[in-house]
Each structure stands twice: as structure tokens, then as C-alpha cells.
């Protein structure tokens, strides 16, 4: 994995965090702070490849949950961010597995 996929999942996170941020009520603010642990996570050089994803999941699942239990509502760009964010860790996670032979059905 490239360092340049880690950088660019940070970024897609802290826009993610910066649409977050204007918005005062709880939830809102709770996520912002969920990202932000996250990604001083992800800014340590220990978290790479596989590890990634699961570090990232859990903001995805809090915000999922957020609006299934309490009707939480997100912007159009708010999920959409969401969805890039989801997608890079999903990216990185599948290129640390195809590496190895015999998980991605390789001999």
C-alpha cells in the first residue's frame, strides 16, 4: 500500500470531519470527534494496509446507526463523502489482501 492511499483516505476523512463540524448538535459533534481520533490513528505509521479499514468502519457504523435508531438525517454531500471515505479504506483493505496468494482465488 502507498503511503499517497493512506494520505488520500485522511484527506477524504477530514472533509468528512469539515462537513461535520458547522453542525452543533450532539450527534454531529460526536462524529466530528470519531474522526478525528481516527485519523490521529491512521497518522501513525504502525496502521497500514489491512488494519486500515477497521480503524475507519466503526465512523461508518456509528453515523449508519445514528440515522437508522434516531432518524439522524445527512446532507446529499455528507453521504456522499461518506461513500468516498468507505470506498478508499475498502480499496486499500482488497489491495493488502490480493497480495497475498490463495485469499483473491490466486494459485
Do not use: C
Not at 483516505?9 to 450532539?26: G, R, S, Y
Not at 460526536?30 to 474522526?35: A, H, L, R, S, Y
Amino acid at each position: 500500500m502507498a503511503v499517497d492511499e493512506k494520505q488520500a483516505l485522511i484527506a477524504k476523512m477530514l472533509k468528512l470531519q469539515h462537513l461535520f463540524e458547522p453542525q452543533t448538535d450532539e450527534i454531529s459533534q460526536e462524529v466530528v470527534v470519531k474522526i478525528k481520533q481516527v485519523v490521529d490513528r491512521l497518522a501513525k505509521k504502525g496502521i497500514q494496509g489491512a488494519n486500515i479499514e477497521p480503524e475507519v468502519h466503526p465512523v461508518s457504523i456509528f453515523i449508519r446507526d445514528q440515522m437508522l435508531d434516531h432518524h439522524y438525517q445527512i446532507t446529499a454531500e455528507q453521504r456522499d463523502a461518506l461513500f468516498d471515505m468507505e470506498e478508499a479504506a475498502q480499496e486499500i483493505a482488497k489491495k493488502f489482501f490480493i497480495s497475498f496468494p490463495g485469499i483473491s482465488g490466486s494459485p
